[in-house]
């Protein structure tokens, strides 16, 4: 009997054990909450009755969005991520007129979500209410500082909802979780009723899984009339800014690349940091504490600089003196950061942040999209060294500086995964062009999403589309030599482009054009016989192979060519000018 009842307890000793490790593997594993830990309050503000026909409804009727706990909702205290922040408050007496709007407009507001302790952060984590799960990588950090609202959004819990922008606190969740997010240009959204972070700096922007909602929305708080879409002509791909990022670059920029081709309009590749360097000198001369030479991005660097002592010195401005008074247990990375010794030139700071508006509204105009990635790839793992290092955290605001001090307007797309996580690019405009920039993406966003699963299920090689991406940068190459009459080097671009893709006519026929102004016509014409057998309706290689004949006398072979540019463009003035000149001197 007793070595029974010993047999009986080694078994319950043993069943216990086996029970504590199955609970110790079910916390790593981190389960999903049932709202995956995205709320901190479950609210419902409701919107007035629909006004009697023939009147239309409310252009939110239907949709329900949470807001990020830096907003107030009369009522309720505003915690502003910090449980200690929270004891120390009383309930607001009104509520944010952007919530109100939104109420107004039609929409339901189900509750407040979680945000990094005092919005200071962009990783999402936080020790008074836990780091929400990201629904799109259980295993990742969802981003901050509106880590709550994207998670919201992401795990399909509302239609919309609301964060707080500073230094990417909507960009980078929504990057994280792959959603749509949104940033509108500096002070065009009222921030009343917004706890501030960085006034100079601070949006509130929005997050949702739908184009046409993230629109509505924005035409909401924008006080936007609809009105006819605005196409955009020219759109800027930042080669050197995609350098950062993690991911491939041929992953993020082959599909903008072929989406924008799709509607016709034009891909310039560009060098951001040439671009910038050459408009604001101070950002040459500037490092901010960090030693010339020590990044491959000098100006972007300075940029990211200037707008993190902005955001440290306002943030101070407007927390320090509850922070020595109350004396809460505030995260120590943020400690950390704002004792750091040194002062920061803020009005140069200012200026830089002045200039960069000018300088991103000279290169953009109306019609202009910058396209950049919106972080620097797959979010970090929980616990990651990378959350805590300096250089990690630096080249992820470099990206996100260039909207924040320039104060334009700036939406984050996902483009499907990349190692089973979720991957995005920005389009950004300048400051003022929040309608375009929403149509741009309602317009564009199927026609994305379409190449992003063509991309996936392609058996297109890597290195076949890595060539045909580096094709398209000698392309551009060529065509900043030949714009700068360096027609030799950009004939050695133009081969070069030829080399990795032998079937895109318009190198061929662009090598032509360089051949033309070195007088090597023989070689010109050759080129242009190449590149109308890859496409018979390239009128360029036509109008430049009748000038190559006509130099080497083939002038009856000229008039042929010239004729066949009238064909296809029958108001092409070169050709028709060409033709009158030729029966004039050979009639």
Not at 482 to 499: C, L, M, S
Request: glycine share 8%; hydrophobic share 40%; with cysteine.
């Amino acid at each position: 009997m007793a070595s029974s009842g010993a047999a009986s307890n080694l078994w319950v000793l043993l069943g216990l054990g086996i029970a504590g490790v199955l609970l110790a593997a079910r916390k790593l594993r981190r389960p999903a909450r049932p709202d995956h830990g995205a709320f901190i309050a479950r609210l419902e503000l409701l919107p007035p009755p629909q006004p009697p026909p023939p009147q239309a409804p409310h252009p939110l009727t239907g949709l329900c969005f949470a807001i990020a706990d830096a907003l107030h909702v009369s009522g309720y205290i505003t915690s502003f991520g910090s449980l200690e922040w929270a004891k120390t408050h009383d309930a607001e007496t009104q509520t944010s007129p952007v919530v109100s709007a939104l109420v107004d407009g039609g929409a339901v507001c189900v509750g407040k979500t979680v945000i990094d302790e005092m919005a200071y952060s962009i990783h999402g984590e936080n020790k008074h209410f836990d780091t929400p799960t990201n629904p799109a990588a259980l295993d990742r950090v969802p981003g901050g500082c509106s880590s709550g609202s994207a998670v919201a959004v992401a795990g399909g819990m509302v239609d919309f909802a609301l964060g707080i922008d500073s230094i990417g606190g909507v960009r980078i969740p929504g990057a994280y979780c792959g959603v749509l997010a949104f940033r509108p240009s500096h002070a065009v959204v009222s921030s009343g009723g917004v706890i501030p972070v960085a006034p100079s700096l601070d949006t509130i922007g929005w997050f949702a899984r739908d184009p046409s909602v993230l629109r509505r929305v924005g035409h909401l708080l924008l006080g936007l009339n609809y009105a006819d879409i605005r196409p955009p002509r020219h759109f800027y791909i930042a080669d050197d800014c995609f350098e950062l990022s993690k991911v491939p670059a041929r992953r993020l920029t082959q599909v903008v690349t072929k989406s924008v081709k799709l509607f016709g309009r034009q891909v310039t590749r560009m060098n951001l940091e040439n671009y910038l360097s050459s408009k604001i000198s101070s950002l040459r001369n500037s490092s901010n504490g960090h030693k010339k030479g020590d990044s491959k991005f000098p100006s972007l660097l300075a940029l990211c600089n200037a707008m993190r002592s902005l955001h440290k010195c306002e943030f101070k401005d407007q927390h320090m003196e509850w922070i020595n008074s109350v004396k809460p247990a505030v995260d120590a990375r943020i400690v950390s950061n704002l004792s750091e010794d040194g002062d920061s030139d803020i009005d140069g700071c200012q200026d830089v942040r002045n200039k960069a508006r000018l300088a991103l509204g000279a290169l953009l105009k109306d019609d202009g999209i910058l396209v950049i990635p919106t972080a620097l790839g797959c979010p970090p793992k929980l616990n990651a060294k990378e959350l805590s290092s300096e250089s990690y955290n630096s080249q992820t605001l470099c990206l996100s500086s260039l909207a924040s001090m320039s104060g334009c307007c700036q939406v984050s797309i996902p483009l499907g995964t990349h190692d089973k996580c979720p991957v995005s690019v920005s389009f950004i405009a300048r400051h003022g062009c929040d309608r375009f920039l929403l149509d741009t993406i309602q317009t564009m966003y199927a026609t994305i999403q379409e190449q992003v699963e063509i991309l996936a299920k392609s058996n297109v090689s890597s290195k076949q589309a890595m060539n045909e991406e580096a094709a398209e940068a000698a392309k551009e190459k060529g065509n900043a030599a030949f714009k700068e009459k360096q027609w030799q080097k950009a004939v050695n671009f133009y081969t070069e482009a030829i080399k990795l893709n032998g079937k895109m006519a318009t190198y061929y026929s662009n090598r032509a054009a360089a051949f033309l102004e070195l007088t090597s016509y023989r070689q010109a014409e050759a080129d242009c016989t190449s590149a109308i057998d890859l496409d018979p309706k390239i009128v360029k290689a036509y109008l430049r192979r009748g000038t190559a004949r006509e130099m080497m006398g083939y002038y009856k072979e000229a008039v042929e060519d010239f004729n066949h540019a009238l064909i296809l463009e029958p108001m092409n003035k070169t050709a028709g000018v060409a033709i009158n000149r030729l029966k004039k001197l050979f009639p």
